[in-house]
């Protein structure tokens, strides 16, 4: 089946505007996680749904960073006012149940801040 | 906070011989996962500890779980050039508040 798939593949925008990064998990999976991966590091943790609400986003660095999942499945995660620190890859990941639980990566976004 | 250190960071090995990356926690984890990034691609999942003591093996590769759960260790037994990647481990603490974190990963680069 399909795997988690995330649009767009790269986004370059100036400072100062506002993205958004879709991510669309395996179907069924009701866990989804965002990470930010910067190169040569691991991916950092920004924020994990289940279902529909955000269980934990305690990895989100700032209030420029929202994302949601109205219906539980398709996330967005939305960034205000970009600054150039913010480029990076950004990774969504879904399980079907939760942590722990095996995550399926998607191929990213990455997202330059010129 | 929660942190959890990766060594090497790169590691640089002639095809055929072993290679091991360690990851350690300043907590106990309640379990442990480990992913294999290739170049330019995505984190896979490889596989989960849970247990203290616990070891798994995969073909070529043997996972270990420390007995205090704060420490585990990936190794490869004869290196192939598919190996090449980053290999990252994932932990989870046990407080209700806690995050996945992510060690910073080893970078394994193999000469034929």
């Known amino acids: 089946g399909a795997g988690v798939s995330q649009t767009p593949s790269n986004k370059v925008t100036e400072k100062g505007k506002y993205v958004e990064l879709r991510c669309d998990p395996i179907?069924?999976?009701?866990?989804l996680y965002w990470y930010r991966q910067s190169l040569g590091q691991g991916p950092e943790f920004l924020i994990y749904?289940?279902?529909?609400?955000?269980?934990?986003d305690s990895g989100l660095p700032n209030d420029r960073f929202f994302a949601v999942r109205p219906e539980g499945s398709v996330s967005t995660l939305k960034i205000q006012r970009t600054e150039r620190g913010d480029s990076a890859v950004y990774l969504c990941?879904?399980?079907?149940?939760?942590?722990?639980?095996?995550?399926?990566f998607g191929p990213g976004t990455r997202l330059t801040v010129l | 906070g929660q942190q959890v250190m990766q060594i090497p960071q790169y590691q640089h090995v002639q095809e055929g011989e072993d290679f091991t990356t360690y990851c350690n926690s300043s907590?106990?984890?309640?379990?442990i996962q480990w992913y294999k990034q290739r170049p330019g691609g995505h984190p896979v999942f490889l596989i989960q500890?849970?247990?203290?003591?616990e070891v798994k093996k995969q073909k070529r590769l043997t996972f270990q779980f420390g007995e205090a759960k704060k420490n585990s260790s990936l190794h490869i037994t004869a290196t192939q050039t598919t190996d090449v990647g980053t290999y990252f481990c994932?932990?989870?603490?046990?407080?209700?508040?806690?995050?996945?974190?992510f060690g910073s990963g080893t970078r394994l680069s193999i000469r034929p």
């Open positions: 907590t106990t984890l309640s379990n």
């Open positions: 179907s069924g999976h009701t866990a």
């Open positions: 990941a879904s399980s079907s149940s939760g942590h722990p639980d095996t995550q399926y």
């Open positions: 500890l849970v247990k203290s003591g």
């Open positions: 749904f289940q279902g529909t609400g955000a269980a934990d």
């Open positions: 994932a932990a989870w603490g046990y407080s209700s508040a806690s995050k996945i974190i």
